[in-house]
């Protein structure tokens, strides 16, 4: 059973960072690229960031690009999100995803692309 647990949110003031990490179990994790989302009400889960399972390559929203920054350290089993620069519009529940491919060359922006998911971290940008 494959398990994502994602920590790091909160409260924070327009203009903050914060750095969120998501710890795997239960798979390879070197293996498999992961993703990060989010999600706000009423709306649909959002792509934000992806990294390869090397930590090589790495893709954004182009909206973030810039303020949002994806790393990885598999002898950690750990996927982070740095989140710079942070504006009202960035609150949201923030979740982490492994991609359903072995070593895949391809990053993909598509929620359908990754079969496990955390349970997500809140952050709230005050302005």
């Known amino acids: 059973q494959v398990q994502l647990v994602e920590s790091g949110g909160g409260l924070v003031q327009a203009g903050g960072s914060l750095r969120l990490s998501c710890v795997a179990s239960g798979r390879t994790f070197g293996n498999y690229a992961m993703g990060w989302f989010r999600q706000t009400p009423g709306k649909e889960r959002e792509f934000v960031a992806a990294?390869?399972?090397?930590?090589?390559?790495?893709v954004y929203a182009d909206s973030l690009k810039g303020r949002f920054t994806i790393s990885r350290d598999n002898a950690k089993n750990t996927v982070y999100l740095q989140v710079n620069s942070l504006r009202p519009e960035d609150t949201a529940v923030y979740y982490c995803?492994?991609?359903?491919?072995?070593?895949?060359?391809?990053?993909?922006?598509?929620?359908?692309?990754?079969?496990?998911w955390g349970q997500g971290t809140q952050v709230t940008v005050s302005s």
């Open positions: 990294i390869s399972w090397s930590g090589a390559r790495t």
């Open positions: 995803a492994t991609d359903t491919r072995f070593r895949s060359a391809a990053l993909t922006r598509g929620a359908s692309g990754y079969d496990y």
